[in-house]
């Protein structure tokens, strides 16, 4: 992701009289321009990367050319790739990092994080030699558990050390939405998950994790730091996106696919390793020289504790051993001294940041919220930034799921097509059809953090009520059965649906009077954004995020300190004018976008700047073109 160095287009004839070429073809003088560069950096060029400096680190990188992926038509002809070289812009090379990212591969907010918030930032396209955009080129890397249809692979290798041996991984590619969609391939990750990716990620089953989960996110984070380096993206029509052919106008410099002025942004446990890596291989060799690490905390209860013993497993200098060693009460994995993940990605990043200002304030609040690193986060200082949600995806004027769409412009119209959805839904689920009855949803985990023991313990009162209750989840199986239980004895009031059912999930959202969240504990919260965009006011916990986003008596409700007494909302209190509040808000990613990218731009990465917001132009914006 090439910074740039002044901001101005020079045009064909002053680039290549710059670059000693004669011929004005558009096609040669972008090869006569990548020869140059190749020549004068004094590298062996191999197709994808740079090799010096490389070498003095203990993995070697193999790229060759990927025959699927040449730059030819379907036809066979020459491509006709609209061309154009930028020599100047401005804007951050961004690369997020997370062991989920949706819709690829999501258990759950980390990979609605990784999956929306990197395309508020998409560099804008070039269409010719005078059209000219600059915003934030960004790249995700995730790890590849299946075979997904769109991303291919690009033939680029590196192999990367873990454990006692050295192991050989790929990187497959896509370009969506503006972003650099990246998977790195091997057996750890793809073998595991075959087929199973929503629920085999971290391990067979739910509350068991594998057992080799550090050398697999040991290797992860290794190839993360590669992928910027090897993959050179703009080598084909088939990687269409917006790449420059030159990183920097002083053209002795080393030629790197996108530059050496990255920032990182790792995400939850599994990519805390990722700074320690990045100043003991890296750095010291003058690779990454100003290249900053974002730590983004998305749930603090999973740090990754690890028996001490095992730091030697990581292959890290020990002057890292007091970023990892720590200390808990607690027996898993082992008895005694460990060391922690997490606690070593918050002291070794530069900055820290979490999910939303309430969560980064119970963070620092004491033991139990910060969950034993309360003190290290006291010390580095943490940030919150509320997430933004797919307000695509989660759109009620036109969800393919629902049985009538609405939008926000009448009140009168949405509290009709609601109506008219709530007896959808009820049909849906084999409930007594009744517009006038209030209908209560819960949509989430069955597990404590999301308060399903508390729900499971007020429902014998809530069903006292007129009311009917439609519960859609899956966990654990002590709350499964006492929700199939609680439905036998009200048949006419209660569904449970124990299974994973995404168009249910939409039809509850705008068919629901009210959705609960009786999270303990809610690090941001989605749930509540969904059901605020449909127009249904969230009761919910005041914890987390659900305190930055749900406002009381405006768009939802307060429970306070939650218990299994409780008191049934009146429809008349859900006003006309609370679905108007939850509809007209802006809950896209648009805003937290902006707050991120000050939060960024803060770390100061040599040659930074704010992006331009404009739109994508055609024809350069092409999504995965299939190979022929």
Not at 164 to 191: Q, W
Not at 232 to 261: K, M
Request: charged fraction near 20%; proline fraction near 5%; aromatic fraction near 10%.
């Amino acid at each position: 992701m090439a910074t740039m160095t002044a901001s101005q287009l020079i045009s064909k004839h002053a680039a290549a009289k710059h670059c000693g070429a004669t011929d004005s073809k558009p096609r040669l003088f972008q090869k006569k321009i990548t020869a140059d560069l190749k020549r004068q950096a004094g590298t062996a060029y191999h197709g994808l990367r740079s090799q010096n400096k490389i070498d003095l680190l203990q993995m070697r990188a193999i790229a060759k050319p990927n025959t699927k992926q040449a730059a030819t038509t379907r036809d066979g002809g020459a491509s006709t790739r609209p061309w154009a070289v930028v020599i100047c812009g401005k804007g951050m090379n961004l690369v997020f990092v997370g062991a989920e990212m949706a819709p690829w591969s999501k258990t759950g907010g980390l990979g609605d994080v990784l999956g929306g918030l990197p395309r508020q930032w998409r560099t804008l396209l070039l269409v010719t030699l005078y059209h000219f955009a600059n915003g934030h080129r960004v790249m995700t890397i995730a790890p590849r558990y299946d075979q997904y249809a769109d991303a291919w692979d690009t033939n680029a290798l590196a192999q990367v050390k873990v454990g006692n041996s050295y192991e050989t991984v790929r990187f497959f590619h896509c370009y969506k939405r503006g972003v650099d969609r990246v998977f790195i391939d091997h057996p750890m990750f793809l073998a595991k998950v075959w087929g199973k990716t929503g629920s085999k990620i971290y391990g067979p089953t739910t509350g068991i994790d594998y057992q080799d989960n550090q050398l697999r996110f040991s290797l992860f984070c290794q190839a993360a730091l590669e992928a910027p380096r090897v993959l050179f993206l703009n080598n084909s029509q088939f990687y269409a996106g917006p790449y420059v052919l030159v990183s920097h106008i002083n053209l002795t410099q080393s030629f790197l696919p996108i530059g050496e002025d990255v920032v990182f942004i790792a995400n939850d446990w599994h990519t805390a390793a990722l700074p320690c890596y990045l100043k003991s291989m890296y750095k010291p060799h003058g690779i990454y020289r100003s290249a900053k690490v974002a730590f983004c905390i998305h749930n603090i209860v999973y740090q990754g504790r690890f028996a001490a013993s095992d730091f030697s497993l990581l292959n890290l200098p020990d002057y890292f051993k007091p970023s990892f060693n720590f200390i808990d009460g607690y027996n898993k994995p082992v008895k005694g001294r460990k060391i922690n993940w997490m606690q070593a990605g918050i002291l070794e990043s530069d900055r820290v940041l979490t999910v939303s200002p309430y969560y980064a304030q119970e963070l620092v609040s004491g033991e139990q919220r910060g969950v034993e690193l309360d003190d290290t986060l006291r010390r580095s200082g943490v940030t919150g930034i509320v997430n933004g949600m797919d307000v695509n995806e989660w759109n009620p004027s036109t969800d393919k799921y629902i049985s009538v769409n609405y939008d926000a412009s009448t009140v009168r119209i949405v509290t009709d097509a609601k109506a008219l959805n709530k007896e959808a839904l009820q049909a849906e689920v084999g409930l007594p059809k009744n517009r006038e009855i209030p209908l209560v949803a819960f949509i989430g985990r069955l597990e404590e953090q999301k308060g399903s023991d508390i729900l499971v313990a007020a429902l014998p009162e809530i069903l006292d009520e007129n009311v009917q209750v439609i519960v859609l989840g899956t966990g654990k199986k002590k709350f499964e059965t006492q929700l199939e239980s609680i439905e036998e004895t009200f048949p006419q009031k209660v569904r449970a649906v124990m299974k994973f059912n995404a168009p249910l999930a939409h039809q509850m959202m705008a068919g629901a009077d009210i959705v609960v969240v009786p999270s303990r504990f809610e690090p941001c919260g989605l749930i509540q954004l969904q059901a605020m965009q449909y127009g249904t006011p969230p009761a919910c916990a005041s914890t987390g995020g659900l305190v930055d986003t749900v406002k009381e008596g405006k768009t939802g409700f307060h429970m306070g300190l939650l218990s299994a007494d409780c008191e049934a909302v009146d429809p008349a209190d859900v006003k006309k004018e609370m679905i108007h509040n939850c509809m007209a808000q802006d809950l896209s990613w648009k805003g937290p976008a902006k707050q991120w990218e000050s939060f960024l731009l803060s770390l100061n990465v040599a040659g930074s700047e704010p992006g331009v917001t404009g739109e994508e132009i055609a024809p350069l914006a092409v999504e995965n073109i299939a190979a022929p």
